[in-house]
């Protein structure tokens, strides 16, 4: 692979780091810093299209050689996006929501290439059924893993995975928040190998 062009994931979040170094292809990080806010009238699928491209689009400005790889999620109750909670309390809040209901995580993910004009996209949805459980069960749970920065205040690598009934999806690393299956995919479609001969350092520009 010395010959491709190196590789950037768009985004700070150590959780889409650590699932894209399961791959072991060399990749650096860099965050996008773009604001994620939903617009008026806009779905929950115009949502994640627009923010993993504009996450990308944001990186690739400053290095048009490079492919940039881009994800954003959104956690779809009713039609509803939920997002990170950021507090206790806003966390209690979604989870009592979502007790014995079905939530549909959408996953976007966008594979960009400015030079050439390439640009790629995928949405893969997840559904995610929830136990209908007491306050007290919620509350101990939210004291020992502190989801706060996770859409729908339940990480399902965690403890989280105490709370579902139910998880559908076509690609379960999606949930976590960067489709593997998806992104494998891409990259051998554009001339990467896959799986990687030997585990590979990390890209510098």
Known sequence: MKD?????????SVYRKELLERLHIPFICIS???????LAQESTDELIERLS???????????PNAWIIASDQVADFNGHAIGKP?????????????????????TGLCLMHIQTDR??????????SFHDLDDATLENYLHTEQPYDCAGSAKSEGLGISLLS???SDDPTALIGLPLIALSGLLRSIGYSMP?????MKSTL
């Open 119 to 128: 640009s790629i996209y995928l949405s893969i949805p997840t559904e995610v």
């Open 196 to 200: 990687a001969s030997k585990p590979a």
């Open 32 to 38: 996008p810093k773009i604001d994620e806010s939903q």
């Open 53 to 63: 491209r504009q996450k990308a689009a944001a990186i690739a400005q400053n290095h």
């Open 86 to 106: 950021g507090t206790h309390e806003k966390a209690l809040a979604q989870l009592k929501m979502m007790q014995g209901k079905t939530v549909v995580f959408k």
């Open 166 to 168: 139910k998880i559908k």
């Open 4 to 12: 491709q062009p190196p590789l950037i994931l768009a985004s700070s």
